[in-house]
């Protein structure tokens, strides 16, 4: 019988552990030497019981790629007493049959993303020593019942969504030597009583929003090496007497909280402590020279209120020269005041980061800072600092971050500044500094940032700058008095999210290779003297989110490329000698809230979409000749004028002239070499199209007359071209008054292949049609656009009862129900069409069935009182 139950045993663990294995997404891969010809006891990560040889006491598979949920069929592994499962991809809730699990000791599933609240059963698992789940995503309240874990001795449930407060049954683990809740959502205070669990080492609850005083039962705790109560809202003051029973404590982290008073000079007992960390809290007063006895490696009162009013007050200085250990020292954003202390040059030569930025020091630098050789961030910005920068600074070789600015320096940057070959962030704006950039600068390989705005810096950028390729974050210098252009090696900072040069005196055309930088998130150029156009690279770059070219001399029109800058929040070109029509696809840049284009010379109608339906947002003023808009611009309408600018007269002798010429050359050609005289021919009737007296009309009335070719002008569309409708004002004849026709304008559109073939056909064609079953061409336009680009469209009667289509099949929701055609209507309809079309085919001068004339059903549109007219 005995042998019987091993054997039940033994296979019920193999099964529950296959079940494990497949239960999980990669099972097959990760835990591939499970497998029934090898003993179950062999497997990887699985051990057996020494005195239970066939039962699995321990599962310990971490780091091992796990991903998939937890089988609830570990619960038959009843023998377990450690299941150690964390660093993998494991999901989903633990099992509640865990709870079956009455010798498991050791749970640990942290970093993981697991979720859900623990087990109701969870309670029976009374012999657990260690619980790790920390780095999760469990929820829910901590359940009271924690408290008959009396054996556990290591509790981490930190970096999940655990809410409520700390229960009170908590106290009744006495055994704890750890607990680890950080980065939770608890709340409430802490209570008093867990400062009785004599054995506790480290407690750890940052990063929640516990409340109240932090209970004087923990300063009595001599085994406490750690207590970190950072960033909560604990309050109050710090007693007096607290070192002195934290014996054995390294790290007293309480930044972050709203603890007030003085620092108290008993820390100095606290010998221990290798870590003190009061930044972020309310603390006044000066700091106690006793302080500096602790030899701490990091020290931080970061954002307090602590002040240093005469030299005696810095005298914590002297006593940490001696510290060897001493790592960082962040005295900023204080009130300590009085000249920058000469103690500081005798720190170790070992400190890496020494912060005094945000106070009210005086004074030079002091010689001898470059003793401090390991340094690696020196930050005493936002002080009252004068005096040069030491050349001494070049001696400082490790530094990464070096923070002068918002201070009054003067002088010029030293040569020696190029040997921090390893400086990632230079920051020295808003001084006094002079002089031109050293060529030196160009060393600095390794750097992200430049900040160097707001002095009084002259001369030309040097190239050598440019050449910085590791230049991604910024590279500002705005608000000096550079001088020159920029230099065409800028497209170098392929990687730079910023560029600052407004308010300088540099000159020229912006060059080609800044359009390289197309990670460029802010543009800031004005206030300088640049010239020339607005360049149509910038529409390389992407990414662009501030564009500011204000107060400069750039002319011509705002280029339509601009539209292309679909990330644009804001875009500044006030005050240039900006000329032209505002683009229409500005209004479509729909992150752009902003847009400033006063004091120029651009006319015309101004959109109504997108950011010009923000009034808030738009500046116009010192334009004359715009119109339109949203009432709220109060701009006066607009009017539809002849654009003679875009359609200039030609002299009639000069066109008398070109038609005898070119007639005399076509007979000549065609009487020489017959076998060309039908293309010749050809050619002849269409270019001869362009100088017949038609109205004329230029791109700029079709713009006009079309709103600017809007989409609810829109009436019609093909393979080659859009028809829209407009209203044109021109002369019918020659001292005739000018008379409005409403029209049809058919765009072609010149980007698709054979438009322009298709546009000339139709010219020559429709020059030659007389019917009156025909719909009349009025004019043709042959031109460029504002932009440049060419520009062909047809002019048209407008003919404004729809088409056959229509009327043969209306729709069912159609705006205006039509009634119904009767039987003579259709009779009539099919004689115009067939005496059109007779014409056509028999009695015009050309050949009009082929592609760009093709009869569609659609195309046969209604005149008054039902007669149909074909285009």
Known sequence: MATTARTFYSENDKQAL??????????????????????????????????????????????????????????????????????????????SSIGYLHRL????????????????????????????????????????????????????????????????????????????????????????TLGQIRQLQIINLGENSFSGFIPESFYNLTYLSVLGLYFNNFH???????????????????????????????????????????????????????????????????????????????NFLNFFTNCNFLRTMNLGDNK????F?????????????????????????????EKLVGLLSLGIDTNYLTGPIPEGIGKLQNLQGLYLGRNTFSGSIPFSIGNLTKLNRFYAEENHLIGSLPSSIGNLTQVSVISLHHNALTGMLPISMFNITTLTRGLALSHNFFSGSIPKEVGMLENLALLGLYRNNLSGVLPEELGNCQLLSILELSDNSFEGPIPSFLSKLKGLEFLNLSSNNFSGAIPQELGLLNELQELYLAKNNLSGHIPMVIENLTHLYKLDISYNNIEGAVPEKGVFNNASGLFLAGNKGLCGGIPELHLPECSIQHDKKHSPMIPKLTILFVSIIFLLAIIFLAFLIPKWKRKLTRKS???????????????????????????????????????????????????????????????????????????????????????????RNITCCST??????????????????????????????????????????????????????????????????????????????????FECLCR
């Not at 290798?274 to 309310?282: G, S, T, V």
């Not at 103690?343 to 945000?358: F, K, R």
């Not at 409708?725 to 026709?741: A, D, P, R």
Request: aromatic letters at 8%; glycine letters at 8%.
């Open 784 to 865: 460029v656009d504002y932009s440049g680009n060419d520009f062909k469209a047809l002019v048209f009667d407008y003919i404004p009862n729809g088409n056959l289509h229509r009327w043969l099949h209306p729709e069912k929701d159609d705006h205006e129900p039509l009634s119904p055609l009767s039987l003579t209507q259709r009779l009539n309809i099919a004689i115009d069409i067939a005496d059109a079309l007779d014409y056509l085919h028999h009695n015009c001068q050309v050949s009009t069935i082929s592609d760009s004339l093709r009869f569609k059903a659609q195309q046969h549109s209604f005149a008054r009182g």
């Open 18 to 95: 296959l079940a494990f294995k497949n239960n999980l997404d990669n099972g097959s891969s990760v835990l591939s030497s499970w497998k029934g010809s090898i003993s179950y006891c062999k497997w990887e990560g699985v051990y057996c019981c020494r005195q239970h040889p066939k039962r699995v006491c321990a599962l310990e598979l971490p780091f091992s790629g796990l991903v998939g949920p937890i089988s609830p069929y570990i619960g038959n592994l009843s023998y377990l007493r450690t299941i150690d499962l964390r660093n993998n991809k494991l999901y989903g809730s633990i099992p």
């Open 685 to 775: 009737r269409t270019n001869s199209l362009l100088k017949d007296r038609l109205p004329k009309v230029s791109y700029g009335d079709l713009a006009v007359a079309t709103g600017t070719f809007a989409a609810s002008n829109l009436i019609g569309a093909g393979k080659y071209s859009r028809v829209y409708k407009g209203v044109l004002l021109f002369k019918e004849e020659e001292n005739s008054n000018q008379e409005t026709h409403t029209v049809a304008v058919k765009v072609f559109d010149l980007q698709q292949l054979g438009s322009s073939k298709s546009f000339m056909a139709e010219c020559e064609a429709l020059r030659l049609i007389r019917h009156r079953n025909l719909i």
């Open 341 to 369: 202390p000469s103690a500081t040059v005798n720190l170790t030569s070992q400190i890496q980061y020494l912060y005094l930025s945000m106070n009210y020091i005086t004074g030079e630098i002091p010689s001898g800072i």
């Open 236 to 314: 109050g003051h710090l007693p007096s007497d607290m070192g002195t029973g934290l014996l054995n404590l390294k790290e007293l982290l309480l930044d972050g909280n709203q603890l007030i008073g003085e620092i108290p000079a008993s820390l100095s007992n606290a010998s221990a402590i290798r870590k003190l960390d009061l930044a972020f809290n309310k603390f006044s007063g000066t700091i106690p020279a006793e302080i500096g006895k602790l030899c701490p490696e990091y020290f931080s009162i970061y954002s307090n209120n602590i002040e240093a009013k005469v030299t005696t007050d810095w």
């Open 336 to 339: 300590l005041g009085g000249l």
């Open 105 to 192: 000791q050791n749970l640990r599933l942290a970093e993981n993303s697991l979720s859900g609240t623990f087990p109701e059963n969870f309670n029976n698992c009374s012999k657990l020593v260690i619980l790790s789940l920390g780095h999760n995503q469990f929820s829910g309240k901590l359940p009271s019942w924690m408290g008959h874990f009396i054996k556990l001795e290591f509790i981490n449930l930190s970096n999940n969504n655990f809410t409520g407060d700390i229960p009170l049954s908590i106290t009744n683990l006495t055994s704890l030597q750890q607990v680890h809740l950080r980065s939770n959502l608890l709340l409430g205070s802490i209570p008093s």
